[in-house]
């Protein structure tokens, strides 16, 4: 729908020494979120307390927002997201890994070998965690 993941991701590339641009990793994000919430404020230029780092980890933890993705989801005025059929937003288990229960073994074979190839310059994929 919305073209390759990859050219996406490879597109950044370019701007990884842009003051304007701020790459987070969902790697340093499920080991320090208090941290990746610093820099994110530092990055925006607004002063955090403690105490409101605490709260946005709180808000941004996944089962948080799944508990308020599904409250919103109830407001037939509420437009989540446009990608799914019924356009709700969906959370499933907030867990790495689970798309391969989804793929056969020859999708997932495709996959690894797609991405190997088209992210094997990229700086970037460096910091993307994939387990094969």
Not at 1 to 7: E, L, N, Q, R, T
Not at 66 to 83: D, F, H, I, R
Not at 103 to 115: A, Y
Request: with cysteine; glycine share 4%; charged share 30%.
């Amino acid at each position: 729908v919305c073209g390759s993941w990859f050219d996406h991701v490879l597109s950044w590339e370019e701007n990884t020494t842009d003051k304007s641009t701020l790459f987070l990793f969902y790697e340093d994000m499920k080991k320090d979120l208090p941290n990746v919430v610093e820099k994110v404020s530092a990055f925006l230029g607004v002063n955090t307390s403690e105490s409101g780092i605490d709260e946005i980890c709180v808000k941004c933890s996944f089962s948080e927002m799944k508990t308020n993705t599904e409250k919103e989801n109830y407001n037939p005025n509420q437009t989540v997201c446009a990608l799914t059929s019924n356009r709700r937003l969906i959370f499933r288990k907030g867990a790495v890994g689970d798309w391969k229960n989804h793929f056969t073994p020859k999708q997932n074979r495709m996959f690894e070998e797609t991405f190997a190839e088209k992210m094997k310059s990229s700086k970037v994929a460096k910091h993307i965690v994939y387990e094969f």
